[in-house]
Structures are given as C-alpha cells and as structure tokens.
C-alpha cells in the first residue's frame, strides 16, 4: 500500500469540486430568484411558498424571509435561467414580488 497524504486528498476534492463548478457554469450563465419585500405577505405565507416551490427547508425558508423583511431582499434560488423560470412564475402566482436576475 502506498502512503496516504491528507494534503493530497484535500487538493484532490478540490479539484473535483472545481471541475464539477466549471461544467456547471459552462452549461449556461447562472441567474437568482430574488425576493422582495412587500406590506401585503404574511411571514408564514413567504415561508410556506418558499418550501414548495423552491423546496427549502423550513429553517432556510424562515432565514430568507427575515432577511427579506429586513433588507428589503433576499436570493432564494441560483441556477440556469430555463430551471428558474418556473419556480419564479410560482412564487409570482402566489403573491410574491420576485424577478430573476
């Protein structure tokens, strides 16, 4: 058996991370779902949508509703434009202010 080198392991996983972030970016230019605050929604209702649709965690779900409260923003979703679409259309449909950048 040959010596195993954690730093070599290390490098290793980071140059399969990388490739795999390199094909993901090559595939297309990746966009956000952002969401924006509004007076009208309720906190439960931004948290319940943002579990459907966009399939968050109910933690991740309440994080980005508080940041949207108090930012007046949020990123909810990154990926390729034609993944995000429908998702973003969903948020709209269901009250939401959102808009794909």
């Known amino acids: 058996m040959g010596s ?9 996983i980071k140059e399969k991370i990388s ?6 970016t090559d595939e297309g230019h990746l966009n ?6 509004d007076d009208v929604n309720t ?6 949508a943002l579990v459907d ?3 968050h965690t109910y933690e991740q779900a309440e994080q980005c509703a508080l940041l949207v409260h108090y930012k007046g923003k949020c990123t ?5 434009y ?3 679409e429908p998702q973003c259309k969903k948020l709209l449909n269901s009250g939401l202010s959102a808009e794909i950048l």
């Open 19 to 24: 490739e795999q972030f390199d094909t993901l």
């Open 76 to 80: 909810v979703k990154t990926g390729i």
């Open 32 to 37: 956000e779902i952002v969401l924006f605050n």
């Open 43 to 48: 906190f439960d209702h931004v948290i319940q």
């Open 53 to 55: 649709i966009c399939q």
């Open 82 to 84: 034609e993944a995000l």
């Open 4 to 12: 195993f080198k954690i730093s070599e392991f290390v490098m290793s």
